[in-house]
């Protein structure tokens, strides 16, 4: 029988909740395309913490909305840039880290464009369900940045040299089904049927047995989990130091002036 959704602890970015042995994460700022603040980086990692420890069997991530995710929101950068940057170098690592630790089955539920660090990411998670719609991109290079998410290892890992290229240096956009081909998303969904398929797919893979998946996905990380972690302190590190430079800080200030003329 279907349990009844349960709201989980009081977010002001995200919806949680678990029904059917699934811990649902739902990005919550529609209005802004669902991009991450400051507040959603910390509550992302206490809503995973909630998960790791509870009793379902899989957790998903999704976006409310026509986004998914559309990266960091730069208005972290608006005010107070040379403090936010100094900090957000252990910000990120601690975000990124949460992915790379996490004991069970991840799932993200792609409903609509991924953007920046929403793509990165999805090399960590488990499997990856996209709308035909969707479209992911990457544009670190236009920003005067540098990739983040273990994705400098996951992507070429993935996908090849060639195509992680593309994407990571050069901005690339790329739909659900160019992803699908590059091994970036496991399957691709029509955009009408997406979230009943998808919902059904994940019903019937949460009746599974929970430890027995959780002790898996262990196992098959853990092979490469000192890597990643490794990987992750490095482009953290980098990120921040590039950020103080006069060609990020150029290119932040152009996006802003851009962005007031619209």
Same mark, same amino acid.
């Given at each position: %029988?279907?349990?009844?959704?349960?709201?989980?602890?009081?977010?002001?970015?995200?919806?949680?909740?678990?029904?059917?042995?699934?811990?649902?994460?739902?990005?919550?700022?529609?209005?802004?395309?669902?991009?991450?603040?400051?507040?959603?980086?910390?509550?992302?990692?206490?809503?995973?913490?909630?998960?790791?420890?509870?009793?379902?069997?899989?957790?998903?991530?999704?976006?409310?909305?026509?986004?998914?995710?559309?990266?960091?929101?730069?208005?972290?950068?608006?005010?107070?840039?040379?403090?936010?940057?100094?900090?957000?170098?252990?910000?990120?690592?601690?975000?990124?880290?949460?992915?790379?630790?996490?004991?069970?089955?991840?799932?993200?539920?792609?409903?609509?464009?991924?953007?920046?660090?929403?793509?990165?990411?999805?090399?960590?998670?488990?499997?990856?369900?996209?709308?035909?719609?969707?479209?992911?991109?990457?544009?670190?290079?236009?920003?005067?940045?540098?990739?983040?998410?273990?994705?400098?290892?996951?992507?070429?890992?993935?996908?090849?040299?060639?195509?992680?290229?593309?994407?990571?240096?050069?901005?690339?956009?790329?739909?659900?089904?160019?992803?699908?081909?590059?091994?970036?998303?496991?399957?691709?969904?029509?955009?009408?049927?997406?979230?009943?398929?998808?919902?059904?797919?994940?019903?019937?893979?949460?009746?599974?047995?929970?430890?027995?998946?959780?002790?898996?996905?262990?196992?098959?990380?853990?092979?490469?989990?000192?890597?990643?972690?490794?990987?992750?302190?490095?482009?953290?590190?980098?990120?921040?130091?590039?950020?103080?430079?006069?060609?990020? %800080?150029?290119?932040?200030?152009?996006?802003?002036?851009?962005?007031?003329?619209?």
């Amino acid at each position: %029988m279907a349990s009844s959704a349960q709201s989980k602890g009081k977010y002001e970015t995200l919806l949680v909740t678990t029904e059917d042995k699934i811990t649902k994460i739902i990005l919550n700022r529609p209005d802004k395309k669902n991009a991450i603040n400051l507040v959603m980086y910390g509550e992302i990692m206490r809503a995973l913490e909630e998960a790791a420890k509870d009793d379902s069997t899989l957790t998903v991530i999704t976006g409310r909305g026509d986004y998914y995710c559309s990266g960091n929101d730069l208005n972290n950068f608006a005010e107070n840039l040379q403090e936010v940057l100094k900090n957000s170098g252990e910000l990120l690592k601690n975000f990124v880290s949460h992915f790379i630790d996490f004991p069970k089955p991840l799932v993200a539920v792609v409903n609509g464009p991924a953007i920046g660090i929403a793509v990165t990411l999805l090399g960590l998670f488990d499997l990856v369900f996209a709308s035909d719609k969707v479209v992911f991109q990457t544009p670190f290079s236009l920003l005067g940045q540098t990739p983040e998410g273990c994705s400098t290892y996951t992507f070429p890992k993935i996908m090849g040299p060639i195509k992680a290229n593309e994407m990571l240096l050069f901005n690339k956009r790329m739909t659900a089904n160019e992803a699908r081909t590059q091994g970036l998303v496991t399957e691709v969904f029509a955009d009408s049927t997406f979230q009943q398929e998808v919902w059904t797919r994940l019903k019937a893979y949460a009746n599974l047995p929970r430890n027995s998946l959780a002790l898996s996905k262990q196992l098959m990380r853990s092979v490469e989990k000192e890597k990643l972690h490794a990987v992750n302190s490095r482009e953290c590190d980098q990120l921040v130091e590039i950020c103080f430079s006069d060609e990020c %800080m150029n290119a932040i200030t152009s996006f802003f002036q851009k962005k007031s003329k619209l």
